[in-house]
Structures are given as structure tokens and as C-alpha cells.
């Protein structure tokens, strides 16, 4: 809905995560022993036609990786997103990431072999490799965003648990738009379907 619709409609919940991701971003790159820390670094794929974001890239110092200007050594890519609940049930968070490391991948002509996930309601990081089943994943995720901008039609809702905390719920109405419509389901409902 926000980018087939251009429909956009904030609540208390994206209100903190945008606050996260503002403070994520503000702050300038940060060198520790062995790490640094780059924040709101633009990223993109040509290859999946993303373009993109990265909330932080930490460059691990390592015997293999990239050379990065004004430092001496390699450094090893490691994307850090941050998300303002908890972990979810599905792979999307992850699949976010992997976008994220094949972005990087093409840019800095590199294999990101990991990356984590920061959840602001544990306060902690969950580190997810990049397997070859999540890469795969995610390319086919990006194929059918790229099928469903094509057709410029938003798909169905489909209506579930977290719904309800979502800020277009009053605009998307799953409850309505989601459903079958048809005779079949109607009877199926009713206990009619002999």
C-alpha cells in the first residue's frame, strides 16, 4: 500500500521505530579496536533492483575482506538492522538483512557471510547467517515485489495477528478486503456446503 497506493498513516508504533532509525542514522561513523561502525550507509543492487538503507554496517577487522580508505588492514562487511519489537515468527526480518548483505556484496565486491538482527524489546542482537536457502529466499522475494510493481496492483490482505498493531489497518481493512468473496466460502461458513 505504501508504495503501489502512496498511502501512509502512522501510529505509536511506527512513531518508535522511526525514532530508532533517525537515532541509528544520525550518529557519524565510529572507529573501535578492530571494528567500524558505519551508520545510514546507502546501499543497492542492481542485479535485484533494490536500493536501500543499511541502519549500520560494522567492518570487522579479519585476515580476509575488503580494503576500506584511511585504514590500514581488511575488513570484514557485518549489516545491522534494527528493529523496535521483537523477533517475528516468519523470515522477513532476515530476509531484510540478506538484501542488505547481497547489496553490499555487489558494492564492495565481497562475500558477507553474516550479519544480526537487533531487537529493541530483549535488547539484544540475534546473528543470522546468510545461507544459501535465505539468499534464495530472498531473491524470489524481491522477483515477485518487482511482479507486484509491475502489475500495479496491490495484493489481498491477508488477515492476521499482527494486523491489528499495523498503522494501515483503518485504510488496508483486511477483514473486509481479505476474505473470499465467493458462494463457496459463504456456504462452507454457514455449514451449508452438503
Known amino acids: 500500500m505504501i508504495h503501489l497506493e502512496q498511502v501512509w498513516s502512522?501510529?505509536?508504533?511506527?512513531a518508535q521505530?522511526?525514532?530508532?532509525?533517525?537515532?541509528?542514522?544520525?550518529?557519524?561513523?565510529?572507529?573501535?579496536p578492530g571494528i567500524r561502525i558505519v551508520r545510514g550507509l546507502r546501499i543497492q543492487s542492481?542485479?535485484?533492483?533494490?536500493?536501500?538503507?543499511a541502519d549500520v554496517v560494522e567492518f570487522h577487522q579479519?585476515?580476509?575482506?575488503?580494503?576500506?580508505t584511511e585504514t590500514k588492514g581488511l575488513w570484514q562487511p557485518y549489516p545491522v538492522e534494527y528493529k523496535r519489537g521483537k523477533a517475528k515468527p516468519d523470515n522477513c526480518d532476515r530476509v531484510q538483512l540478506c538484501a542488505q548483505a547481497i547489496c553490499l556484496e555487489e558494492m564492495l565486491d565481497c562475500k558477507v557471510l553474516q550479519g544480526a538482527l537487533f531487537y529493541g524489546?530483549?535488547?539484544?542482537?540475534?546473528?543470522?547467517?546468510?545461507?544459501?536457502?535465505?539468499?534464495?529466499?530472498?531473491?524470489?522475494?524481491?522477483?515477485?515485489?518487482?511482479?507486484?510493481?509491475?502489475?500495479?496492483?496491490?495484493?489481498?490482505?491477508?488477515?492476521?495477528k499482527k494486523c491489528?498493531?499495523?498503522?494501515?489497518?483503518?485504510?488496508?481493512?483486511?477483514?473486509?478486503?481479505?476474505?473470499?468473496?465467493?458462494?463457496?466460502?459463504?456456504?462452507e461458513k454457514a455449514g451449508m456446503d452438503e
Open 62 to 68: 579479519s585476515q580476509s575482506g575488503i580494503e576500506l
Open 10 to 14: 502512522e501510529n505509536y508504533l511506527t
Open 121 to 160: 524489546k530483549p535488547r539484544r542482537r540475534e546473528q543470522v547467517e546468510m545461507t544459501e536457502q535465505l539468499r534464495t529466499q530472498t531473491e524470489q522475494t524481491a522477483v515477485q515485489i518487482h511482479q507486484l510493481y509491475d502489475k500495479r496492483r496491490t495484493p489481498k490482505a491477508k488477515y492476521g
Open 164 to 187: 491489528k498493531s499495523c498503522s494501515l489497518y483503518d485504510i488496508c481493512l483486511p477483514k473486509v478486503t481479505g476474505i473470499a468473496k465467493d458462494v463457496q466460502h459463504y456456504l
Open 46 to 53: 542492481l542485479r535485484l533492483g533494490l536500493v536501500g538503507q
Open 17 to 32: 521505530g522511526r525514532m530508532l532509525h533517525e537515532k541509528t542514522h544520525d550518529a557519524e561513523t565510529e572507529n573501535r
